[in-house]
Structure formats: structure tokens, C-alpha cells
């Protein structure tokens, strides 16, 4: 049973110690492969002075969402905005944006296999669909204050819809929005690494970062995914590009 793994119901921004450390390794190891060792212990003074900054000029704010999300959770925002914020001016807002984003998804296949004990719960006894919809359900449950969100569950296909994202309201307060979509990302290129060892299929055709009004995620069971979806109302043939 899904429910006796130690990560069962734990909330999003609860994250293991030791995913956080291999997290931070993969993502050392990609700002090295991209700006040199050299480039990067340049960056290293500027982006502490930056993470200075931002704590200084938004301390209520900061301090509000340490209460909220937890001291790992808000470190890790002051951390990519204070990247986001170094990156090399060559790169501009929206190229700063994509490296980030793409190192992000080299990430998202190891943290979503964390956070969901991907190993262990794979070898749960029983139906391997239902203990992760069991699963997923506990964890959005206990980031209800996070991310609210209902969920409904028609057996072969399992939805949670979320009506309001943390991840848009840090940024927004730290004067990135563009990172609110950096979630969104993660899990395109997270949820696919670990669907064939839950029997599931992933799409999520709207997202709140990206200018829809909820977060739809949609896992149909593994060969039950229907050729077209119904977005905003009109059903249209589905593909892998329209994931938000």
C-alpha cells in the first residue's frame, strides 16, 4: 500500500534532505557545463549580494512566506531569483528564463522520481495506477494551503484541478513573475520520466502561470487516453505540444 512510504501525504514543499542535496549537485553541474568553473565561482558574489537585496527590500513579504512555505521552499526561490537576476546580460529576461528552464528539466526527472518515492511505490502491492493516484492525491491534499485544488477520480482517468499557485504569488512578490512558469516546466519534463512505471499517461493542458484561470492535471491510465481533449470548451485533436 502506497500509504505506508514515508513520503505519503507529505505537502510540495516538503522535499527529502537528500533530494534537495542531489537537486543542488545536478544544478551546480549544469551552470558549470554551461559558464565554465571560472564563470560560475564569478557569479557565486553577486548572486549572494543579490539574495542580500531581495531579503532586505522584501523582509515582511519573505518572512510571510517562510511562515507559509517553509524555510527550504522560500531559500530555493531566493536562490533562482538571485540567479535569474546574475545570469549574464547577454542572455536578456526571457534568455535568462530558458537556461533556467533548462536546467530545470534536467533536474525535474530526479526530484519527480523523489517526490513521489518513485522506486518504492512502483513495488507497492496492488494496482499500480490507483496507488499513485493514492498518492498524488495525499500529497495535493497537504498542499491545499499551497495550491488549492479539487480532485475527481473516474477511474481510468484522474484529474486535480488547481485554482490558485503559490509558485505564481513568490515570484510575483519577489518581482519575477517569469519564474512562476519555471513549475510549470519541471513537471513537463518530470511527470513523463516516471508515467510508464505508474501505468499513467500525463497532460495538463492549461496552467495559471501561463494565463489560464486553473491548473488542470489530467493521468489517464496507461492506454485509455482519448485522441482529443476538451480545452476551454471545444474538443480538439490532442498532441504532446499542447502540455502547459
Known sequence: MSKTLAQYGNALNEFPRGLLLKQARIFLSQLRRLYGTLGLLRMMVPIMRQRRRIQKTHRGPVAKLRQDWGSGAVNEALT???????L???EGREGAY?????????????????LYQSDDLAHCDGDRFANFKAFHKA???ASHHLFPNTQTDEG?????T????ANVEVFTVLEVPELGRLGCDHDLAGYP???DRHDFEFR?????????DACEFRFYRKGTAPDTEVIDGVSVPWDDSLNR
Open 162 to 165: 488547481v485554482t490558485q499557485c
Open 139 to 141: 500529497m495535493f491534499d
Open 193 to 195: 520520466a516516471i508515467a
Open 80 to 86: 533562482m531569483t538571485a540567479l535569474f537576476n546574475t
Open 204 to 212: 495538463r493542458p492549461c496552467t495559471i502561470a501561463k494565463g489560464a
Open 98 to 114: 530558458e537556461v533556467l528552464k533548462g536546467i530545470f528539466q534536467e533536474v525535474a526527472p530526479h526530484s519527480m522520481k523523489g
Open 88 to 90: 549574464p546580460p547577454v
Open 156 to 160: 481510468d482517468l484522474f484529474t486535480s
